[in-house]
């Protein structure tokens, strides 16, 4: 079946950009997206991309895909203490809209 | 526009006793979703409404998980009897049937089996 991987954790300091890494095996995955979950919250919806663009910019966010090698990754510019949370990856595969996610990485942004 | 409800936030039961989750979507959204999501790990989907009926419940273990959704709104998510490695967050999400983007969760159920 699919599978998604991210890496657990990774630490920044306040102002440094921080990039989360996501790799996928489906390849016929149409749509990724990345989520973001704060503590007790439900996730919420950062940007997603479609397969067949390279890349996608909304304002601090940059997301990256190499449909070749199956790796999406997110970039997040001016990294603030507000964007400490936990940050899943998803793909979206032909049958159906049904999400699989990724175990999420725990991004800590250190004043 | 009002979010996903879902109640309750928290619930706490003994092993083998029974538990349900209800959860009220966004107006207007055809597909409901119940994922599951133990701690440390990210949602995994139990079961995919499309108005009232059942599109995808193939990881649904359905010896002691049962949900509906009556009259294609509502849906009541059910746990009969409840196990230890049933503790988790159950979300809630619903879609205008885009692919993935109109997706909106809820914040969830903590159930925490005892």
């Known amino acids: 079946g699919e599978d998604v991987e991210q890496s657990l954790f990774l630490s920044v300091r306040e102002g440094d950009s921080s990039v989360i890494n996501c790799t996928y095996t489906?390849?016929?995955?149409?749509?990724l997206y990345w989520y973001k979950q704060e503590p007790g919250a439900g996730l919420q919806l950062l940007t997603y991309?479609?397969?067949?663009?390279d890349m996608k910019q909304d304002q601090r966010l940059t997301v990256l895909l190499n449909k070749k090698d199956k790796h999406l990754s997110l970039r997040i510019a001016d990294t603030q203490t507000g964007d400490s949370a936990i940050y899943f990856c998803?793909?979206?595969?032909?049958?159906?809209?049904?999400?699989?996610f990724g175990g999420g990485t725990r991004l800590m942004v250190k004043p | 526009e009002a979010g996903v409800a879902q109640s309750p936030r928290y619930k706490i039961i003994e092993k083998r006793q029974s538990v349900a989750f209800w959860c009220n979507p966004i107006s207007g959204h055809a597909t409901l979703y119940w994922y599951q999501q133990i701690l440390g790990q990210g949602p995994k989907l139990l079961i995919q409404?499309?108005?009232?009926?059942?599109?995808?419940d193939s990881q649904l273990p359905k010896d002691r998980f049962s949900a509906e959704r009556l009259k294609g709104v509502d849906s009541t998510l059910k746990i009969q009897p409840a196990k230890l490695e049933d503790s988790a967050v159950y979300l809630c999400?619903?879609?205008?049937?885009?692919?993935?983007?109109?997706?909106?969760f809820g914040s969830g159920t903590r159930l925490t089996v005892v």
């Open positions: 991309i479609f397969s067949n663009m």
């Open positions: 489906d390849s016929s995955s149409t749509y």
């Open positions: 999400a619903s879609s205008d049937g885009g692919y993935g983007y109109g997706y909106t």
């Open positions: 998803a793909e979206s595969a032909d049958a159906g809209n049904m999400l699989t």
């Open positions: 409404f499309q108005n009232n009926g059942v599109v995808d």
